[in-house]
């Protein structure tokens, strides 16, 4: 196991990609209790101003979480073509020998 760490034999970015997406979630969520906080508190100032800050935490929110997804999904996708490509040159140098 040690080995593999050492030499890059295995690539551990999508397993990384992976727990980084559930951080990203925690924080997303997070920003979006945040948010909803923050519009209750502005309607003791105004209610129509803290009903928009309200919805525009949750827009932004689940703007945000396409995004996200769609960003982990890009980088998932280059480690998958790394593993493809490790797949086809050892193919190659099997048939070779």
Known sequence: MVNQFLTFDKLIGSKLVTI???????????GVI??????FAGMGY??????????A??????IGLV??????ELY????????DLRDIKNAKAGAAS
Do not use: H, N
């Open 76 to 83: 998932m996708i280059l480690f998958r073509m790394a593993d």
């Open 46 to 55: 105004s209610f129509f101003a803290g009903l928009g800050t309200i919805i």
């Open 20 to 30: 980084l997406y559930y951080v990203g979630l925690i924080g997303l969520g997070l």
């Open 57 to 62: 935490a949750l827009i932004g929110g689940a």
């Open 34 to 39: 945040a948010g909803i906080f923050s519009g």
């Open 67 to 72: 995004f996200w997804r769609f960003m982990c």
